[in-house]
Nanobody, 121 residues
Framework: QLQLVESGGGSGQSGGSRRLSCAAS????????IGWVRQAPGKEREAVSC????????TTADSVKGRFATSRDNTKNTVYLQMNSLKPEDTAIYYC??????????????WGQGTQVTVAS
């Protein structure tokens, strides 16, 4: 059973950087595409990024393109979201989510507990 645990959230200022981590247990991450999905009050849930199981392909939402990047380290069974040039509108709960297939897509099978990211103006 795959379990995902996010970490790295917190409060910071506009223009700052933060790295989120998604640590997996119960299964090898190499079998799963992993995405980052955020939820902010009053906004639709938004998948901000995804990385394929082997790490060869990534997708990034237009809202964060050029600022966020996802990567993975399969030796650590961990996926990262590097967040740069943070804006107040990035404030949200960020969830790590897994697809039970190698390729990225729009549906998710497993979720982490979420980590709060708050960006002050």
């Amino acid at each position: 059973q795959l379990q995902l645990v996010e970490s790295g959230g917190g409060s910071g200022q506009s223009g700052g950087s933060r790295r989120l981590s998604c640590a997996a247990s119960g299964a090898r991450l190499v079998y799963y595409a992993i995405g980052w999905v955020r939820q902010a009050p009053g906004k639709e849930r938004e998948a901000v990024s995804c990385i394929s199981a082997g790490g060869s392909s990534t997708t990034t939402a237009d809202s964060v393109k050029g600022r966020f990047a996802t990567s993975r380290d399969n030796t650590k069974n961990t996926v990262y979201l590097q967040m740069n040039s943070l804006k107040p509108e990035d404030t949200a709960i960020y969830y790590c989510a897994a697809r039970s297939v190698p390729r990225c897509g729009s549906t998710w099978d497993s979720w982490g507990q979420g980590t709060q990211v708050t960006v002050a103006s």
